[in-house]
């Protein structure tokens, strides 16, 4: 009998997600206050974890367009998620996983191909 594959909350997210912007570097590159972040990531707009021991919790860069703003369907998935019962540790592990869409959805929603993407996510639910 083969072990079941890992809870999304176990995924190494740091071996996941390439790139992380601490809460100053993301409110730069959004244009907002580093306490504007935490409010965005409260609010579903965004999401954050912890990528590595030691590290303070953090944002995926995949998470921001070139032009400054969450990515262009990002904050409806995060929302779906959450509905789902995921944290968001387990939000990113989803969006960074390939999903056989194909690639993994954060590609998807970042080329605007984010109507496969909410449905896989709306599935879940179910």
Do not use: Y
């Amino acid at each position: 009998m083969t072990d079941p594959a890992p809870r999304l909350a176990d995924r190494d997210l740091g071996a996941l997600v390439e790139d992380w912007l601490d809460w100053d570097a993301a409110g730069a590159r959004l244009g907002v206050t580093p306490a504007k972040v935490r409010t965005m990531v409260r609010d579903h707009q965004l999401a954050a974890a912890v990528p590595g021991e030691g590290r303070p919790p953090m944002v995926p860069a995949l998470f921001i367009d070139d032009e400054g703003l969450p990515v262009k369907g990002l904050p409806g998935l995060l929302t779906l998620l959450h509905d789902s019962g995921f944290d968001d540790r387990e939000c990113i592990a989803w969006i960074f996983l390939d999903a056989d869409l194909p690639g993994r959805p954060i590609d998807a929603l970042r080329e605007n191909r984010g109507t496969e993407v909410k449905r896989r996510a709306q599935a879940l639910a179910f």
